[in-house]
């Protein structure tokens, strides 16, 4: 069993930056992938981010300007996010999963991001 549990949003002006941390609970946390997914309102959970070992992929909305990194020896997962815009607005979650292409077993609660002047 892991928990998680998610950290960092806020509002934020366009082009403005924020950092997403995603605390986790549990061992073996090194060998889940994790991810972030986000929703937007009215819209599908969509994939935004994901990393195992070494390895991410980003959803093409985002390449070049969200950055997702771990660190195994605090059990954690960051989300840079930097040239915010108003469409990135959304309810973000942090996921952990055995599988990398469906890192979706765990869900955290939610934290809320919106960017708007």
């Known amino acids: 069993q892991v928990q998680l549990v998610e950290s960092g949003g806020g509002l934020v002006q366009p082009g403005g930056s924020l950092r997403l941390s995603c605390a986790a609970s549990g061992s073996m946390f090194s060998s889940y992938a994790m991810g972030w997914y986000r929703q937007a309102p009215g819209k599908q959970r969509e994939l935004v981010a994901r990393?195992?070992?070494?390895?991410?992929d980003y959803v093409d909305s985002v390449k070049g300007r969200f950055t997702i990194s771990r660190a195994n020896a605090k059990n954690t997962v960051y989300l840079q996010m930097n040239s915010l815009k108003p469409e990135d607005t959304g309810v973000y979650y942090c996921?952990?999963?055995?599988?990398?292409?469906?890192?979706?077993?765990?869900w955290g609660q939610g934290t809320q991001v919106t960017v708007s002047s």
């Open positions: 990393i195992i070992d070494s390895r991410t």
């Open positions: 996921s952990a999963g055995r599988s990398y292409y469906y890192p979706n077993d765990y």
